[in-house]
């Protein structure tokens, strides 16, 4: 026995040994760890476990070589192929890639929105209380000067009457009437448009190549301008004794509402209140009109200030003033009303300037 081990080589040192023995030996010092009871803590021992085997996953996963992945972009005929089935345009295939076509895209909405369409024929319209020619111009879309055109009511364009039929085009021009010895090339240069407008406009129903009209025939004149003179009637005469001149500040003759202001076919204030609401001349002068008129004012009065100025108070219910009245500013002269040609109660106030019918508001407070 001593023979055969003086024989052997001496043993290396322990601390010598390979990194097999000190993984070993570091197990061992694990599990030799005593508890308070003298065991070994299980939770300790699979706490230290997962820890090493997460270790060894990771050396061992770093240590793998990955391949190499090239990623090859589709050839421009691809692409197209694909667009064309897709929608794309073929002159857009080269600017537009797979990833652009397969894309996400804003999901569409469910809602559809139909255009109003143009009206395409001539309705006629019924006026009912509260219109004015401005508003039911607005209300079809239209120009004042179509519907007023159409409706011969150029002498007082802003006096409507409650029943009133009016025609309505379906776009901005006049109906004509065609009289006696007319021929498209007057009515067109009447109204400073071309006859050949009038003639292709499909309503008119007219020969293209060989155009007739006859008269009595109505003919819709699309975009037709025309003028009509805005002077009113100038009251002239001898103030009477006693008449004092105006001073050219007016008063508002009435308490109410403004219902319509002064417009190009308007030409005018119109103040809305109840049927019997006190009517007072805006400044110093004398009576020259009071009573019914025949233009669809209904009862009015018209009050001359002596300086150039005249004022009108229309559709009133009462009259408590004759021509050749003398009255000073301020003073009753009648009650609102709803006469002549109105929509409902309201006082039509007018300033009128050496002839001219001019803005009441350029002398109000």
Same mark, same amino acid.
């Given at each position: ?32 760890? $005593? ?62 890639? +797979? ?12 809602? +559809?929105?139909?255009?109003? $369409? ?114 009113? +009637? ?94 000073? $500013? ?23 300037? $050496? ?11």
């Amino acid at each position: 026995m001593r023979d055969d081990i003086a024989g052997k080589p001496p043993a290396a040192p322990q601390d010598n040994w390979g990194p097999g023995h000190q993984f070993f030996k570091s197990i061992q010092n694990l599990f030799s760890q $005593r508890g308070p009871d003298g065991a070994t803590p299980v939770l300790r021992v699979g706490s230290h476990l997962v820890i090493l085997l997460v270790a060894l996953g990771v050396l061992a996963l770093s240590r793998i070589q990955l391949p190499d992945i090239e990623i090859v972009e589709e050839a421009p005929a691809v692409v197209e192929e694909i667009g064309q089935e897709y929608g794309v345009a073929p002159e857009m295939a080269g600017e537009v890639t +797979t990833a652009e076509v397969f894309g996400l895209s804003r999901a569409a909405v469910p809602i +559809t929105i139909i255009p109003e $369409r143009p009206r395409e024929d001539v309705v006629e319209y019924t006026v009912v209380a509260g219109d004015t020619l401005y508003g039911i111009a607005k209300k079809f879309k239209l120009s004042a000067e179509s519907i007023m055109f159409s409706n011969g009511l150029e002498k007082n364009p802003d006096l409507l009457r409650l029943g009133q039929k009016l025609v309505i085009l379906p776009q901005d021009g006049i109906l004509h009437t065609v009289a006696a010895k007319e021929t498209l090339d007057k009515i067109a240069k009447e109204y400073k448009v071309t006859a050949e407008a009038i003639v292709n406009y499909p309503l008119n129903k007219l020969d293209v190549k060989n155009p007739q009209i006859a008269v009595g025939q109505k003919l819709i004149v699309p975009g037709a301008k025309k003028e009509i003179p805005q002077v009113a +009637t100038v009251y002239r005469g001898t103030a009477p004794k006693g008449a004092k001149t105006g001073t050219g500040r007016l008063i508002w003759p009435t308490s109410g509402s403004l219902t319509q202001a002064y417009k190009p076919y308007h030409r005018a204030l119109d103040l809305a209140r109840g049927v019997g609401t006190p009517i007072k001349a805006a400044d110093n002068g004398y009576i020259v009109v009071a009573g019914w008129s025949n233009v669809g004012y209904g009862n009015y009065i018209v009050v001359d200030h002596g300086n150039g100025l005249q004022t009108l108070y229309a559709h009133l219910s009462r009259i408590f003033v004759r021509p050749g009245d003398v009255v000073t $500013r301020g003073a009753v002269i009648g009650n609102m009303g709803n006469t002549g040609n109105s929509t409902g109660p309201h006082l039509h106030f007018e300033v009128i300037k $050496r002839g001219v019918k001019v803005n009441p508001r350029s002398f109000l407070p």
